[in-house]
């Protein structure tokens, strides 16, 4: 939905993504000690009563039993019992004081206690460096009297959370060759290009000498791509073919970029001499290559050259994680599935070791132990962000969030890993929680995890910057519309109720004039709503070819969200053992109509694997 790039995390606005310090400055001397005494040794495994089985529990079965009473008696607005319990917690045995932190963090953050700023302030001065710090410290700026003298802002890292912000390894430039980008230049150059002002960008650029000449042909090329959208295409010809010169055959974009231009002009030949171009620069995103091989086996094919156009098919199917990899593997007849990594990989004793050696990592553990998984994420992700360049604990700490069912954070490290190391991790990077939505499927399973994998990555309380929420990110004025009754914004957290209604909404705009039922105008409209789409997408220039419509896409968010919920839609469908949506057509050189299902035409239980 329109506006899916922020997300908060699952406890309402505890999200953290801001720069570092160390856990629990403030704790004292002897607390500390404790806490590595504890940390360095392996926690016991208790019987999986509560927690998750196969992960430590460092918490005493008494203990742990008094924190889960705590936190669900608040759950409950019973602050009373909470609180009298809380006076029974001990906060200097092992853990205490981390646990009551996060018990008070939950209190404070909740809607049943009215918190008052004495209250923040002393809990800031004990947990400074808390995953909540940001939450309480911003609740406090809204009581707090303009006289007071507050505490600074929390400065922490952590691994952002954000869906939209997950990593893609397929869109990275290769690490050795890359550059560092500006994004205030970024910015100014890409707004004056989409305003007609393409000359004033090229300016920018110009006299930005400081930056090197590949990043200079780089954001040529990006001016180039925003005029083709525009249609405004013997302009950016010439802005293409000059980034395409200045980027020495390093900056593959400024190829692509020429190619389209000369495929939208049927000039076949000479596209294919770029998409080749393409495919060979090495500065250039896999993603990037593997389309300018699809596109030169489409010019090999309007030239009537088979022999070549199989060869380029053959290199574009070498990337099956990438929308035209995808594609070429259909056209080429090759199944998806078996060019995954979908065999789940061993959560080692040492991988739990390396996690509990640290106070966020035992921290995370009872949280788990005492049925809080949405903290015990919030720890996981502030170890995550400390540990960026220590691929053993990224590793380590996927294995974990997979085992515990954290698949939004199990899928952005899954991701974070294959960058890293080279390696995929496909059954972390697209996992298949049992999604449940009320009343069955409607439409496509595939299409449904594609879009929420996209959308929220399966966090049901995700809310974007503009008010969307839940797994398929609705809009709630959307949501009311298409249920026909007021369904108030905290009902679209429920994943059933959300799923049932996303999947109406879906339903909708394939009934719509403004999509026809094409499913890429029905995803378009989907990303940037109906209104928007409508003023835009008869402008596009397409030729009646759905590869050269998803390219011309004017809104680069949209055009990458088409591919990408299709990517994963494609490949979830192979997970499941059902038909992907599209991917007939689209290799046909088709657009694809959306076809509804009913909940009995593509059973949960006729699906190949179980869901989990």
Same mark, same amino acid.
């Given at each position: 939905m329109r506006g899916i790039r922020q997300s908060i995390s699952r406890l309402a606005g505890a999200r953290a993504l801001l720069a570092g310090a160390a856990f629990l400055a403030s704790a004292a001397s002897g607390h500390a000690q404790s806490m590595d005494e504890v940390a360095m040794a392996m926690p016991r495994i208790h019987p999986p009563q509560f927690g998750v089985p196969g992960l430590p529990q460092p918490l005493s079965p008494s203990d742990a039993a008094l924190v889960r009473h705590i936190f669900d008696a608040q759950a409950h607005g019973d602050l009373t019992e909470a609180r009298q319990a809380t006076d029974r917690l001990d906060a200097n045995f092992p853990l205490g +004081?981390?646990?009551l932190g996060h018990i008070l963090a939950?209190?404070?953050?909740?809607?049943?206690?009215?918190?008052?700023?004495?209250?923040?302030?002393?809990?800031?001065?004990?947990?400074?460096?808390?995953?909540?710090?940001? /939450?309480?410290?911003?609740?406090?700026?809204?009581?707090?009297? +303009?006289?007071?003298?507050?505490?600074?802002?929390?400065?922490?890292?952590?691994?952002?959370?954000?869906?939209?912000?997950?990593?893609?390894?397929?869109?990275?430039?290769?690490?050795?060759?890359?550059?560092?980008?500006?994004?205030?230049?970024?910015?100014s150059v890409h707004e004056r290009a989409g305003s007609g002002?393409?000359?004033?960008?090229?300016?920018?650029?110009?006299?930005?000498?400081?930056?090197?000449?590949?990043?200079?042909?780089?954001?040529?090329?990006?001016v180039a791509q925003i005029l083709f959208t525009l249609n405004q295409d013997n302009e950016a010809l010439r802005i293409a073919l000059d980034a395409e010169q200045q980027g020495h055959g390093k900056v593959g974009l400024g190829s692509y970029v020429s190619g389209l231009l000369l495929w939208r002009k049927?000039?076949?030949?000479?596209?294919?001499?770029?998409?080749? /171009?393409?495919?060979?620069?090495?500065?250039?995103?896999?993603?990037?290559?593997?389309?300018?091989?699809?596109?030169a086996a489409r010019s090999h094919l309007r030239s009537h050259d088979p022999a070549n156009y199989a060869v380029w098919m053959h290199r574009a199917a070498e990337q099956p994680r990438t929308f035209y990899g995808l594609l070429a593997r259909r056209v080429l007849g090759v199944g998806i599935e078996g060019s995954l990594s979908l065999t789940r990989e061993t959560l080692g004793t040492a991988d739990l070791e390396a996690i509990s050696a640290t106070e966020a990592g035992t921290t995370a553990f009872a949280l788990l132990q005492v049925e809080q998984p949405d903290r015990a994420e919030q720890e996981f992700r502030r170890l995550a962000g400390q540990s960026r360049d220590n691929t053993a604990m990224i590793h380590a700490l996927m294995l974990v969030a997979d085992k515990a069912g954290l698949h939004d954070l199990s899928a952005q490290l899954a991701a974070l890993n294959q960058a890293a190391d080279g390696h995929p991790h496909d059954y972390a990077r697209f996992p298949v929680p049992a999604?449940?939505?009320?009343? #069955?499927?409607?439409?496509?399973?595939?299409?449904?995890?594609?879009?929420?994998?996209?959308?929220?990555?399966?966090?049901?309380? /995700?809310?974007?910057?503009?008010?969307?929420?839940?797994?398929?990110q609705l809009m709630p004025q959307t949501a009311n519309y298409v249920a026909e009754t007021h369904t108030g914004a905290a009902r679209l957290h429920d994943p059933a109720v959300n799923l049932k209604l996303g999947q109406r909404y879906v339903a909708y705009l394939a009934d719509s004039d403004v999509t026809g039922g094409d499913l890429l105008r029905i995803l378009a409209s989907y990303n940037s709503g109906p209104n928007s789409f409508a003023r835009w997408g008869a402008q596009i220039?397409?030729?009646?070819?759905?590869?050269?419509?998803?390219?011309?896409?004017?809104?680069?968010?949209?055009?990458?969200?088409?591919?990408?919920?299709?990517?994963?839609?494609?490949?979830?469908?192979?997970?499941?053992?059902?038909?992907?949506?599209?991917?007939?057509?689209?290799?046909? #050189?088709?657009?694809?109509?959306f076809t509804a299902t009913t909940p009995d035409s593509q059973s949960l239980n006729r699906m190949k694997i179980r869901l989990h």
């Open positions: +004081k981390a646990m939950d209190r404070y953050l909740g809607s049943f206690h009215k918190s008052t700023p004495a209250e923040l302030k002393d809990w800031l001065a004990h947990y400074p460096n808390h995953p909540s710090a940001p /939450a309480i410290h911003a609740l406090l700026l809204t009581k707090a009297d +303009k006289k007071d003298t507050l505490p600074p802002a929390p400065q922490l890292v952590t691994f952002d959370p954000t869906p939209g912000n997950d990593p893609v390894p397929e869109d990275d430039t290769p690490q050795d060759l890359s550059f560092k980008r500006l994004p205030g230049l970024d910015h002002h393409a000359d004033a960008a090229l300016r920018m650029i110009a006299a930005n000498t400081s930056i090197s000449a590949t990043y200079g042909a780089q954001l040529r090329a990006e049927a000039e076949y030949q000479q596209a294919m001499a770029h998409f080749e /171009a393409t495919w060979s620069a090495e500065m250039t995103s896999a993603a990037i290559r593997t389309a300018g091989a699809f596109w999604l449940k939505p009320q009343g #069955g499927f409607s439409i496509s399973p595939a299409l449904v995890y594609g879009l929420t994998r996209v959308e929220s990555n399966f966090n049901a309380s /995700a809310v974007s910057a503009v008010g969307a929420r839940g797994l398929m220039q397409h030729h009646d070819d759905p590869l050269l419509f998803i390219e011309a896409v004017p809104l680069a968010e949209t055009r990458s969200f088409i591919q990408r919920t299709l990517t994963y839609s494609w490949i979830y469908a192979a997970r499941l053992g059902i038909d992907a949506p599209g991917l007939d057509e689209l290799a046909a #050189g088709i657009f694809p109509h």
